[in-house]
């Protein structure tokens, strides 16, 4: 990955011009600063300082000033190029399994055929499941070099280098997908409102990304997975659902998907994850664990805390929310 943009340009110590003074779903100017977060994504070996900026009105977060734009774009272009994938996440195996369970979410909602439009569909794997499922599915990727392999060697005629205003796309869909892209773009309204555009009336929107009103976030927020700085937005189930409403969407569901995509990923489970009585007869058991029984019951109680405020959604790391375009 290329490095060339200054570490000055990137950290917390850079000039704010072009911060923003307002929020970018709400458009509230009650914004402050959140914290100094450590991008914990690629740039995690220089030791990068990123500025979370969070609106007390909708309770968006984001980085402010916004990274510079060719920050995601290098990382990407690099991902894409690569003859084996270094994450797992991106590679063919993994893509094909979790875009056969993504199609299967689709017909819980009585569609499983029609148009669909996936944006931001990378090397065009979901496209394939989806074509495969009975879609006639269509993808949309800014990096040219996934959408050559996506034309070379997934056979895709219908993914485009672009966004929705790309000219070989039909003018309208029955279902826009937007799987962990709505994290990364310039203007999540803009980009919403763009899905919108290409939906029929009642037309079916779904979009995945990190839920910052979470446990896994509270718990060690230093070290949660989603600070990066290809990570402008960091929305929770009520900020997702204010930008989509804004947009023009009914929210239908927020829905928590990782077990069902990656059934085989280790969970790791502390003590804080378990009740109150099994994590009290854990540390009985074990005389050492007595040390730490004040931050357990410290962390417990914070969970607890967080359930009664963020409700059934807290335990839910990555959100799938299913939404509807108004009538």
């Known amino acids: 990955m290329s490095t060339s943009a200054p570490a000055d340009a990137r950290s917390a110590n850079a000039t704010e011009a072009g911060a923003r003074s307002s929020c970018p779903v709400c458009a509230s100017t009650r914004v ?56 797992p996440y991106y590679t063919d195996e993994f893509k094909d399994r979790v875009g056969e369970v993504r199609a299967k979410l689709l017909n819980q909602y009585g569609l499983s055929s029609g148009r669909l439009l996936d944006v931001g569909c990378g090397k065009g794997h979901f496209v394939r499941s989806a074509k495969k499922a009975g879609w006639d599915a269509w993808g949309v990727e800014l990096d040219e070099g996934a959408c050559d392999y996506a034309r070379t060697h997934l056979g895709l005629e219908t993914v485009f280098a672009g966004s929705f205003d790309h000219s070989m796309l039909p003018a309208v869909f029955d279902a826009v997908t937007l799987w962990d892209v709505i994290e990364h773009v310039h203007d999540p309204l803009d980009c919403l409102r763009g899905a919108a555009s290409k939906l029929r009336e009642s037309g079916w929107l779904v979009v995945r990304t990190g839920n910052i009103r979470s446990w896994t976030f509270d718990r060690n927020r230093r070290k949660w997975w989603a600070f990066g700085s ?57 005389p050492l664990k007595v040390a730490r029984l004040g931050s357990y019951l410290s962390g417990r109680f914070r969970r607890l805390a967080g359930q009664r405020k963020y409700g059934e959604h807290y335990g839910t790391s990555i959100m799938t929310i299913v939404a509807q375009k108004k009538t």
């Open 32 to 87: 402050r600063r959140f914290m100094i977060a450590p991008d914990n994504g690629h740039l995690r070996s220089q030791a990068v300082r990123l500025p979370v900026d969070r609106c007390a009105d909708c309770d968006l977060f984001f980085l402010n000033p916004p990274p510079p734009a060719d920050i995601g774009r290098e990382y990407f272009a690099e991902t894409y190029a690569a003859e084996t994938a270094a994450n």
């Open 230 to 286: 290809d990570h402008r937005f960091y929305f929770s189930p009520a900020s997702l659902t204010r930008a989509l409403e804004l947009s023009g969407f009914n929210v239908v569901s927020v829905l928590n998907q990782e077990k069902a995509e990656r059934p085989d990923k280790k969970r790791s489970v502390g003590l804080t994850d378990t009740s109150l009585s099994d994590g009290l007869r854990a540390i009985g058991r074990s």
